[in-house]
DNA sequence: GTCTATACTCTGATAGAC
DNA sequence: GTCTATCAGAGTATAGAC
């Protein structure tokens, strides 16, 4: 068995490619849904040489799982508090926005496993994402409080942000297939979900 | 084989509780991650029973999405070009979002089916989707046009109330993770997407 | 119409040669 | 470190008795 930490370029490289070979396939099927045949064979790798480098595919999958949520989190944490209110949720919507265009696969891994219950994250959803969602709703109730932003849930506000920015990584068949051809879906909700977030927070009176 | 349309009250019975223990399990699941014995065994049947009443386990998905789709497009029908366009759009939204509070299994098997790359449903999302969501995006461009809602893009107005009201039924696991107990999401996701719509369409000049 | 038994395939994982 | 060969179990589907 290797060890945790890769020494030689081959294995580094190996083990590069199957989560490269394995985020594709997860992503694309689910985790029952992925067989290690697939992944091997766009790792250009033998099966059994695949479970060389990990003891089993629940091994892999969690790997990935564990490098993603933090990146997933970042756009939030850089949230600042002492910035202009609407700037920065705008800010926070165009970071995840560009999450979902750059890095569709790995939205979509995420979706799949919260879709089917969570049963592999749902400790990291209680211990690492809730203390810092109520982190930042607090910061954007506080804004409220100060009138400088229209009133709002923050909590729902936050999950709006991530509905919508999701979708077009989660749903881009479906978006792809109602806008047709001509398209460049991303850019035109950063444009609508300016205005939409725009026209709904600004403080009036 | 049983015709089409079943007559017995036996046969009605059993194809019903099929189809319900299947909604069950392919939407928890997915449609390679649910096995006919878990549909199977939810249903009262033993596995070769249920396969008497449907050819396979693909034709029972199927038979799932066809009635799915329909039910999933009449809240858009139902956007009146004669009505009150803000009233007509946030009525759109609160009827989307009781789908997902009164039948959450639906809209999971759905998001499944779209996140995987809709294999099963792509013809449909063409030919039935976007010929509706074109003809109410005109709508409510028209509405637009004669300033009576503030500009908006229509196609991804849609997309963001899809998002938006989906993800109280497809993240539920999240959501409820991230508010702690105490709440009802979907009361307090009405009152905010009613606050983030009219904030946003009000026409202003 | 429903059951038991089973055929056949796919899949995750292991053994052992090189 | 990598391969061929293979196992054991799960899964879809069918045969055939009742």
């Not at 479970?51 to 850089?78: C, M, N, T």
């Not at 100060?146 to 509905?163: E, M, N, T, Y």
Request: hydrophobic letters at 40%; charged letters at 25%.
């Amino acid at each position: 068995m290797p060890n945790r930490r890769p020494k030689t370029r081959i294995q580094q490289k190996n083990s590069e490619a199957i989560l490269e070979a394995a985020l594709e396939v997860f992503s694309q099927a689910g985790f029952r849904g992925a067989t290690l045949d697939q992944i091997a064979e766009r790792a250009g790798l033998s099966k059994p040489n695949l479970l060389y480098y990990f003891p089993s595919k629940e091994a892999i999958h969690a790997e990935l799982i564990k490098g993603l949520l933090q990146v997933w989190l970042d756009p939030l944490r850089a949230l600042d508090a002492g910035g202009d209110p609407l700037a920065e949720i705008l800010g926070y919507m165009r970071r995840k926005l560009e999450l979902s265009r750059d890095f569709p696969r790995e939205s979509r891994l995420f979706a799949n496993e919260v879709l089917q219950g969570a049963p592999r994250v749902e400790g990291a959803l209680q211990e690492e994402l809730k203390p810092l969602v109520d982190e930042k709703a607090a910061v954007i109730g506080a804004w409220v409080q100060a009138g400088r932003l229209a009133p709002v849930d923050p909590h729902h506000l936050i999950f709006s942000i991530w509905a919508t920015t999701q979708h077009y990584a989660d749903f881009d068949v479906q978006v792809r297939a109602v806008l047709g051809p001509g398209h460049d879906p991303f850019a035109e909700a950063e444009r609508f979900l300016t205005t939409l977030y725009t026209g709904s927070l600004c403080p009036r009176g």
